[in-house]
T-cell receptor, first 114, second 110 residues
Framework: DSGVTQTPKHLITATGQRVTLRCSPR?????VYWYQQSLDQGLQFLIQ???????AKGNILERFSAQQFPDLHSELNLSSLELGDSALYFC?????????????FGSGTRLTVV | GQQLNQSPQSMFIQEGEDVSMNCTSS?????WLWYKQDPGEGPVLLIA?????ELTSNGRLTAQFGITRKDSFLNISASIPSDVGIYFC??????????FGQGTRLTINP
């Protein structure tokens, strides 16, 4: 158990729908990162939050949005889902947002859009 | 943005063989990290490197921070079945996020 909790573990939904993925960072970590991993692909950075504020944005689609709440948990909202959005979505956390000590990843949410 | 090129993309080896993989970039990095992702799980940090030329071991794993600061290498000695997975390199330039390579998928034939 890495200490980063992601729910749900699996999600199956239809095209056009909207889903919310949830992440609780490791205790004491202030920064949260979201990554997308499609089949046989690498980790695509989506967005980073630090202590409730957006800090960095990657290749995140306009249909996707995220936020970090005062209790530091984060949610990734995916709307108008398309088949190509099927992927593993990982949340990671770090204590201060300093990347030099690495991130701790959760086990991921596997999203299947049918 | 910055890109890390990992090679090989995949490896098929026999149990007991040694493994070598590398990660290169056109940019200089201050930190190199190596992660392993088991099937169905999130990546787990294996080794962190902070100085050019640094050689660091973690059991049968050895990683090196390239002298040019533009590359890093990971070696696994005497591979065993549980070494199967995807190995990712990641680099930091002191900016706000890590840059990840595309991964090397390791398959081991018993």
């Amino acid at each position: 158990d890495s200490g980063v909790t992601q729910t749900p573990k699996h999600l199956i939904t239809a095209t056009g729908q909207r889903v919310t993925l949830r992440c609780s960072p490791r205790s004491g970590d202030l920064s949260v990162y979201w990554y997308q991993q499609s089949l046989d692909q690498g980790l695509q950075f989506l967005i980073q939050y630090y202590n409730g504020e957006e800090r960095a944005k990657g290749n995140i689609l306009e249909r996707f949005s995220a936020q970090q709440f005062p209790d530091l948990h984060s949610e990734l909202n995916l709307s108008s889902l398309e088949l190509g959005d099927s992927a593993l979505y990982f949340c990671a956390s770090s204590p201060t947002g300093d990347p030099n000590y690495g991130y701790t990843f959760g086990s991921g949410t596997r999203l299947t859009v049918v | 943005g910055q890109q890390l090129n990992q090679s090989p993309q995949s490896m098929f080896i026999q149990e007991g063989e040694d493994v070598s993989m590398n990660c290169t970039s056109s940019s200089i990095f201050n930190t190199w990290l190596w992660y392993k992702q088991d099937p169905g799980e999130g990546p787990v940090l294996l080794i962190a490197l902070y100085k050019a030329g640094e050689l660091t071991s973690n059991g049968r794993l050895t990683a090196q921070f390239g002298i040019t600061r533009k590359d890093s290498f990971l070696n696994i000695s005497a591979s065993i079945p549980s070494d199967v997975g995807i190995y990712f390199c990641a680099g930091s330039q002191g900016a706000q996020k890590l840059v990840f390579g595309q991964g090397t998928r390791l398959t081991i034939n018993p």
